[in-house]
């Protein structure tokens, strides 16, 4: 079966701010990639559901359109990208993540439509991967997107992480702490 020509290929894919010792990921593998599958809508991914619970979007979301938002797109496709290239890496060592998705999407997709989603590597780097994905319904291709992943070394993103948690601890207990009160306290009452 031939590929479609993938809209987004031309895209020029950076480097790595992070050194990495070792190189675990399976390139061959990761390579030879082609997917083929089925997602149905669920009525809980519309942009109107969505929106409905979102502090700034609660305001407009009921003038919105009933079919499948953006945001739940970018994730399903993103998803499934990450489920096959995670295949073909260390799971010890390294940990697959979102480096850029560009997506185009083309058509409205209502509840209760199935789409078939076809994808492939387009392009492959050191420790990256591009994927070109297409997603049509029964009538049309609702959805263009390249999505690069990166093979990332697990403890350098673990530690990242943890320097920004600790960052929002240090400026959560540095914030002023309101008075304590009886009512914040009720139990102090009783022993007054």
């Known amino acids: 079966m031939s590929r479609p020509q993938c809209a987004h290929a031309?895209?020029?894919?950076?480097?790595?701010?992070?050194p990495f010792p070792k190189i675990l990921m399976n390139h061959q593998g990761v390579s030879e990639?082609?997917?083929?599958?089925?997602?149905?809508?669920?009525?809980?991914q519309t942009a109107r559901a969505l929106f409905s619970r979102l502090p700034h979007g609660s305001d407009y979301a009921e003038r919105l359109i009933e079919c499948l938002a953006t945001g739940y797109l970018v994730a399903?496709?993103?998803?499934?990208?990450?489920?096959?290239?995670?295949?073909?890496?260390d799971?010890?060592?390294?940990?697959v993540v979102g480096?850029?998705?560009?997506?185009?999407?083309k058509g409205p997709i209502p509840p209760g439509s199935s789409l078939k989603l076809r994808g492939w590597v387009e392009h492959l780097g050191e420790r990256s991967a591009t994927?070109?994905?297409q997603a049509s319904d029964d009538h049309e291709v609702v959805c263009e997107s390249a999505v690069t992943l990166v093979a990332a070394?697990?403890?350098?993103?673990?530690s990242r992480i943890a320097a920004k948690v600790e960052a929002l601890v240090q400026t959560?207990?540095?914030?002023?702490?309101?008075?304590?009160?009886a009512e914040a306290f009720p139990e102090a009452e009783a022993t007054e």
């Open 172 to 181: 959560t207990d540095r914030q002023p702490k309101p008075a304590a009160t």
């Open 153 to 158: 070394q697990r403890t350098v993103i673990e």
């Open 131 to 133: 994927f070109c994905v």
């Open 10 to 18: 031309a895209v020029r894919i950076g480097s790595v701010q992070q």
């Open 76 to 89: 399903v496709v993103e998803s499934i990208c990450i489920r096959e290239m995670q295949r073909h890496v």
């Open 91 to 95: 799971a010890a060592t390294e940990v």
């Open 33 to 44: 990639i082609f997917f083929e599958e089925t997602y149905s809508v669920p009525p809980e």
């Open 99 to 105: 480096r850029t998705i560009l997506l185009e999407h």
